[in-house]
């Protein structure tokens, strides 16, 4: 079965630092994608970083970036130099592809991310 | 681009009562998924569209909650009869298939059901 573990409930960072948001997968499937979302406070969920299965590269997207380590199922997510901005709740999400080549979210519990000045 | 449109964004009723949600993806997006997310867990899929077709449905609770997309355009999520334990947020999300990208979902910003 699918699964994501995030083992952190919750985490602080002093602004400009950097962080590391933990998260490990199971699946059997061959290809899949790993997803971060980033969730304030305000209710909304926003898309971070994407990494495919198959990509030779991990993803960065400006401050962020994601460690992928396929043999070890993890896809950790790093934020550069952290800003108040970032305190938010975090999310690893993997991409399952079902029956009739339909694809599906499946979402980690999360970690909260407080940032300090 | 107009994103994920969802009504109301907060509701509150007594239980047993029954509740409906709206929800208005992006334009041309053909894939539409309903999400319940229980404070301080992550969200779970209850339903997933394509088009007007129902293409998952496993984890919908089908004993009260339903779910339609007419038209294969905007959506509506109902709950009859609502208990405590539906206290939720509701979301949105679409995604239009085609470059790896577009994977991604896009979300609205939910509908905040408390359950009394």
């Known amino acids: 079965a699918q699964k994501i573990t995030q083992t952190q409930p919750g985490m602080f960072v002093q602004e400009k630092e950097a962080v590391t948001l933990d998260c490990t997968y199971d699946?059997?499937?061959?290809?899949?994608?790993l997803f971060w979302y980033k969730q304030p406070s305000s209710g909304e969920m926003i898309f971070l970083i994407y990494?495919?299965?198959?990509?030779?590269q991990n993803a960065t997207e400006g401050r962020y970036s994601l460690n992928f380590q396929k043999a070890r199922k993890s896809a950790n997510l790093v934020i550069s130099a952290s800003q108040l901005g970032d305190s938010a709740m975090y999310f690893c999400?993997?991409?399952?592809?079902?029956?009739?080549?339909?694809?599906?979210?499946?979402f980690g519990a999360g970690t909260r991310l407080a940032v300090h000045p | 681009e107009a994103g994920v449109a969802q009504s109301p964004r907060y509701k509150i009723i007594e239980k047993r009562q029954s509740v409906a949600f709206w929800c208005n993806p992006i334009s041309g997006h053909a894939t539409l998924y309903w999400y319940q997310q229980i404070l301080g867990q992550g969200p779970k899929l209850l339903i997933q569209f394509q088009n007007n077709g129902v293409v998952d449905d496993s984890q919908l609770p089908k004993d009260r909650f339903s779910a339609e997309r007419l038209k294969g355009v905007d959506s509506t999520l109902k709950i009859q009869p609502a208990k405590l334990e539906d206290s939720a947020v509701y979301l949105c999300a679409s995604r239009s298939p085609g470059r790896r990208r577009d994977y991604e979902q896009y979300f609205g910003p939910g509908t905040r059901l408390t359950v009394t």
């Open positions: 999400a993997m991409r399952h592809m079902f029956s009739g080549g339909y694809n599906k979210l499946i």
């Open positions: 699946t059997s499937d061959q290809s899949y994608g």
């Open positions: 990494q495919g299965s198959y990509d030779e």
